[in-house]
C-alpha cells in the first residue's frame, strides 16, 4: 500500500512518541543485552535501563532532528520557550521529579520543530520537541507550561525507559522496517528529507506497529497527575492545565484531528477526563487565564515562522485594521500588531511592517518582557531591510550595560555587527561570542555566527574551527572531523608558508587536539550503530 507523506491518511497514523521511540534503536545487539524481556521494568521505574544508555539513544535521534530542514533554532521564541521550561525544572527538582542524577545524565533540551500541526513529544534521554503549531495554538504561558509539563513527566517518571523496554521484544526485522517507516512518517508534510520510496517499502507495516509505540494509558494519567504538580508548584496557573485539556478533548471529538498529531500520541481517554473534572473542582472557578501581551506576541511569531504562505501572511496583515481590533484588549492587540509586523517583513514590504511596529510600540503600558521582545523586534526589521548599523545601535546599549543579556539580543546583535561588514564590528561581534560560548559551548548557532565574524575578519582558521565545534555540538562527528582536518591543513600550510603568529600556533595545537576527541566520538558514534 501507498501513503504518500501529504495524505491525511498517512499523516493519522504518525504519532511524534513513535519518531520518539522507533529511532533510538541503533543497534539490535546493544538492546537485546540491557532490554530482555524478562528486565522490564514497572511503571515510573526505568531503574533496569541505565540512564546513559537512554541518553545515547537520544542522541542518535537528536542528531537527525538537528539534520532535520523543518529543526529551527529561533533565539526569540527560544528564550521564551526556555522561560518557561527553566521554570518548570525548578519545580521539578523541588518536587523531587529530577533527581540529580536524572539531571546530569540527561540533555533536558527543548528543540523547535518548523511544523503547523499541534504537537510536543519526549524523547529518550531528556531531548523534547515542540511545533511551532502548539506555540501559535495555545492562548496562554499556562497552557504551554502545561504541555510541557506532561511531557517533561513523561520523562522523569521514566515511562520512556518503559516503552524501550517493552519494544525490546521485537525483532530486528520488524524493527529496520518500523524504523524507516515511522522515519518517512515522522517528517512533516512540507518537508521532503524523506523519500517517498522508503514509505512506499514500510509504510503499511509502520502504521501497525503505531498502537504499540505510544504510552500506555496508566503512563497518561501518571503523566498528568505529575505535570499538573510540577506546573502548579511552578506558579503557573492551574487553569491552564484544565483548558488546555478542554481544547484537546474539543479537538478529539472533531472526526478529522489531521492537525493534532498530539491527540493521537495522548489519546482522551474517560480517565484523563475524569482526572482532570476532578482537579477542575478543587479549582475556584475561573476563566481561563489572561493571555499576556508577550504570550499574544510569541503566539504570532510563531505562526509567521511556520512559512504559512503568502496568502496567510496578507491575511495576517489585515488583522490589523480589521473593525474588530479597537475593541480587543491590549495584550491582544499587541500581538496583532506584532504578527502583521512580522508578516508584512515577511513579505519584504518593509514600510509597512515600520507602520505595524510603530503602532505596536505606540501601545504603552506592556510587560517588561513585551517591551524587550517590540526591541528585538525593531532590530530585527532594520537588519532584514539592510540597516545592519541602525540594528546595532538598537541593541547595543543594553549590550554594554548588561552583562547577563539574553540569548536573543545577544544572537541579533552578533548578526547585525556581521552584517554591517566592518571589520571592527566583526571583532566586537567575535569577542562578544567567544565570552558567551564559554558560558554556553553547546550553542550552535552562536558557533555558527562566530565563524562568519571571523570571516569576516579574514580568518579562516578561527572560522574553519568554529564551523566544526557547531557539528560536533550538533552531534554530527564525521563533518565535525572534516572540519578540523580541513583547520588542521590550513594550520600547516599557513605555518609553512611563514604565516602563523604565535596566537595561530597555539590555536592549531587546539585544533589538533579538538581533532582527536572528535575522532574518538566518531569512532564510538560508529559502534552504537
Ligand atoms: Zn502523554
Known sequence: MFFSRTSPRWRHRVGAVGLCVILMFPSAP??????????????????????????????????????????????????YL??????????????????????????????????????????????????????AAVSSADELASVLAHELSHVTQRHIARMIAQQGRQGPMVMGA????????????????????????????????????????????EADRVGYGVMTEAGFEAQGFVTMFEKLQQAARLNDNGSFPYLRSHPMTTERIADAQARQQLLPSKAAPATSATHAMMSARALVLTNPGVDALRA????????????????????????????????RNFSAARQQLQRLQALGGLEVAAVRVVRLLSAELALAAGEPAYAVALLEPKAKVQANLDRASRMLLGQS????????????????????????????SAWLLLASAYEAQGDALRAIRAQAEARAVELDY????????????????????????????????????????????????????
Open 30 to 79: 546493544l538492546y537485546a543485552q540491557n532490554f530482555g524481556p524478562t528486565r522490564l521494568p514497572n511503571l515510573g521505574d526505568g531503574a533496569d535501563i541505565p540512564l546513559g544508555v537512554e541518553r545515547r539513544l537520544g542522541e542518535s535521534i537528536a542528531r537527525e532532528i538537528y539534520r532535520d530542514p523543518d529543526y529551527l533554532d529561533d533565539p526569540v521564541l527560544g528564550d
Open 82 to 135: 526556555q522561560s518557561i521550561w527553566q521554570t518548570l525544572l525548578v519545580s521539578a527538582r523541588q518536587r523531587g521529579e529530577l533527581t540529580p542524577e536524572l539531571e546530569q545524565q540527561f540533555a533536558w533540551e527543548v528543540a523547535l520543530i518548523r511544523d503547523r500541526s499541534i504537537n510536543a513529544f519526549a524523547l529518550p534521554g531528556g531531548y523534547l520537541g515542540v511545533h511551532l503549531g502548539l506555540i
Open 178 to 221: 518500523l524504523i524507516l517507516g515511522m522515519l518517512a512518517a515522522s517528517r512533516s508534510v512540507n518537508s521532503s528529507s524523506i523519500s517517498a520510496a522508503n514509505a512506499v517499502m514500510v509504510g503499511g507495516q509502520a502504521a501497525a506497529m503505531q498502537s504499540q509505540l505510544n504510552f500506555s494509558r496508566d503512563m497518561e494519567r
Open 316 to 347: 495576517l496583515a489585515e488583522q490589523a485594521s480589521a473593525t474588530t481590533f479597537s475593541a480587543a484588549p491590549k495584550a491582544r492587540q499587541a500581538g496583532v500588531l506584532y504578527g502583521a509586523a512580522m508578516a508584512e517583513m515577511k513579505l
Open 417 to 444: 555587527r556581521v552584517a554591517t561588514h566592518r571589520p571592527e564590528q566583526a571583532k566586537s561581534a567575535a569577542s562578544e561570542l567567544v565570552l558567551w560560548l564559554n558560558q554556553h559551548p553547546r550553542d550552535a
Open 478 to 529: 564525521p563533518a565535525a572531523v572534516d572540519r578540523f582536518k580541513a583547520a588542521q591543513l590550513l594550520a600547516h600550510q599557513m605555518a609553512a608558508e611563514g604565516k602563523l603568529n604565535q596566537a595561530g600556533h597555539v590555536e592549531a595545537s587546539i585544533i589538533d587536539a579538538r581533532l582527536r576527541t572528535l575522532e574518538n566520538l566518531r569512532r564510538e558514534q560508529a559502534l552504537e550503530r
